[in-house]
């Protein structure tokens, strides 16, 4: 990927997603999460929006958030959680997320029979990802490099340059990950950068065209 810095463009790498797009730099400082090592090898600074329990609607705000931002030399990763993921308006007009709210307290709301339809939520989440898409398709043609990644195959379908991965199944399969107290949020302590590595490869072989 060509630095464009010298033509005037922006060069920054926005991370966008869930708690996958993070770590716990407070306790692991020297641990930066893989996509500010994507951002240092294409030359690029880094910005992540991406927060924990990210359902799709959260990923479209944050896409909406730096879309009027992003230049032709920016680059765009953008972590799609999985479908099933709560993300929605309840009667009374409050947003419910995961990223708000725990499993303890989602539970004991009372539009608490909409986050239990996983077929409703597929079908809602597919269409929001399917506007994330369109979105993306018009940051692509202004120059933007775009690429998309599914944390997991539950309600998959073809994407803007998707990286041809399920992330969490990617990562477990080489055992990077780490979900106990010794973990650096979901990650083995001291794996980024070889993250970063393995997705740089994917990331090459789409702007390839291989």
């Known amino acids: 990927m060509e630095n464009n ?3 005037g463009y922006s060069n920054k790498l926005y991370r966008l997603g ?3 797009s993070q770590v716990q730099t407070h306790r692991y400082p020297n641990d930066l999460n893989h996509s500010y090592h994507i951002a240092e090898h294409y030359k690029l600074e880094y910005v992540n929006v991406g927060y ?3 359902a799709c609607f959260d990923v479209l705000t944050q896409l909406i958030s730096i879309m009027f931002d992003c230049k032709k030399g920016d ?4 972590g799609i959680p999985n479908l099933s993921r ?3 308006m309840d009667d009374e007009d409050n947003y419910i997320s995961s990223a708000l709210y725990s499993n303890e307290q989602l539970l004991k709301m009372k539009s608490v ?3 239990t339809n996983t077929k409703l939520q597929f079908v809602i989440n597919k269409n929001i990802v399917h506007q994330i ?3 993306l398709y018009e940051l692509k043609k202004r120059g933007t490099k775009v690429y998309t990644m599914f944390n997991d195959e539950q309600g998959y379908f073809k994407t803007i340059n998707c990286i041809p991965i399920y992330f969490t199944h990617w990562i477990q399969e080489r055992n990077w990950e780490d979900l106990s107290p010794k ?5 083995v302590v001291g794996k980024q950068k070889d993250i970063a590595k393995g997705l740089i490869k994917l990331i090459d072989k789409i702007d390839n065209g291989k």
């Open 5 to 7: 810095s010298s033509l």
């Open 18 to 20: 869930d708690s996958w």
């Open 52 to 54: 924990g329990g990210a």
């Open 75 to 78: 680059m765009l990763l953008v």
């Open 86 to 88: 709560v993300g929605y």
């Open 113 to 115: 029979e909409l986050i």
């Open 133 to 135: 898409n369109k979105i």
């Open 183 to 187: 973990g650096n949020m979901h990650f």
